[in-house]
C-alpha cells in the first residue's frame, strides 16, 4: 500500500518569505502525483500534478513542484508567498491499480499561516 | 461545465440513525470516489464507483456503503451511526482513465 508523508504539519511565515513544503511517498515504481489546497471554507482544490516527463512542474498561483525519484520526493515550492496562501496543503498519490481506482492516498496536510 | 455537487451540504444526526449522502460528478466523467476528512485521521478513502461498480473500497467497516446509477451519479450510505462518524465526506469526481480528481465542497456530517 502507498503511505505518504508530509514533514511540517504547521507551517507560519511572512509575506514574500520562500516556501517550501516536503512531501515523501513510498511507492517506487512509476507513479503521479499530486498537491491539493483547501483554502479556509473551500473545497480542495488541484494545486498541480505529476504524470511523467519534465519532472519540475507549474501549477497554479505561482506554485511549483520538483519529483525527485531517488529520494521518492515530491516538494512543493512557491519563491514569495502572499496572505492568501493561508491555507491547507495536502499531497496525494494514486494506489496502485491507476485509473483512479484505488483513490488517493493523502498526507496528513500542512497548515500553512501566512501573516501580513 | 458543471463541477462535483454534494447533497446536502450540512447534516446533524443522533447515533444509531442512518444518513444517505448524494453525490453528481462532472458530466462526462463515469467514476466517483468518496473519502472522510477528520482533523485526527485526516483525508481516508472509502471506496470508488465505475460505471455502476464499486472497484475497490477502503478500510471502513461495512456500516459505510455506496452505490452508483447508471447517470454516474452516486450515494453513499452510513448505518448506525456513531460519534466518530462525525466528519467531512468528499466525493471526488474522476476524470476517465487518469487518476485525477476533482473534489466537491462535502458534506458537514454531525452526529450527535
Known amino acids: 500500500a502507498q503511505s505518504v508523508s508530509q514533514h511540517n504539519h504547521h507551517v507560519i511565515l511572512s509575506e514574500a518569505a520562500s516556501l517550501e513544503l516536503g512531501c515523501n511517498y513510498s511507492?517506487?515504481?512509476?507513479?503521479?502525483l499530486f498537491w491539493y489546497v483547501q483554502y479556509p471554507g473551500q473545497h480542495l482544490q488541484l494545486l498541480l500534478k505529476?504524470?511523467?516527463?519534465?519532472?519540475l512542474v507549474k501549477g497554479i498561483k505561482g506554485f511549483e513542484a520538483e519529483f525527485i525519484k531517488s529520494k521518492f520526493s515530491f516538494n512543493l515550492r512557491k519563491p514569495s508567498v502572499q496572505w492568501s496562501d493561508t491555507a491547507e496543503y495536502f499531497c496525494?498519490?494514486?494506489?496502485?491499480?491507476?485509473?483512479?481506482?484505488?483513490?488517493?492516498?493523502f498526507g496528513k496536510g500542512t497548515h500553512l499561516i501566512i501573516q501580513p | 461545465k458543471a463541477g462535483v455537487t454534494q447533497t446536502p451540504r450540512y447534516l446533524i444526526k443522533t447515533r444509531g440513525q442512518q444518513v444517505t449522502l448524494s453525490c453528481s460528478p462532472i458530466?462526462?466523467?463515469?467514476?466517483v470516489s468518496w473519502y472522510q476528512q477528520t482533523p485526527g485521521q485526516g483525508l481516508q478513502f472509502l471506496f470508488e464507483?465505475?460505471?455502476?461498480?464499486?472497484?475497490n473500497k477502503g478500510n471502513f467497516p461495512g456500516r459505510f456503503s455506496g452505490r452508483q446509477f447508471s447517470n454516474s451519479r452516486s450515494e453513499m450510505n452510513v448505518s448506525t451511526l456513531e460519534l466518530g462518524d462525525s466528519a467531512l465526506y468528499l466525493c471526488?469526481?474522476?476524470?476517465?482513465?487518469?487518476?485525477?480528481?476533482?473534489f466537491g465542497p462535502g458534506t458537514r456530517l454531525t452526529v450527535l
Open positions: 496525494a498519490v494514486p494506489g496502485d491499480s491507476g485509473g483512479g481506482a484505488d483513490g488517493l492516498t
Open positions: 511507492y517506487g515504481g512509476t507513479v503521479n
Open positions: 505529476y504524470f511523467s516527463g519534465d519532472p
Open positions: 458530466s462526462g466523467h463515469r467514476s
Open positions: 464507483y465505475f460505471s455502476e461498480t464499486q472497484r
Open positions: 471526488a469526481s474522476i476524470l476517465t482513465g487518469t487518476d485525477e480528481q476533482f
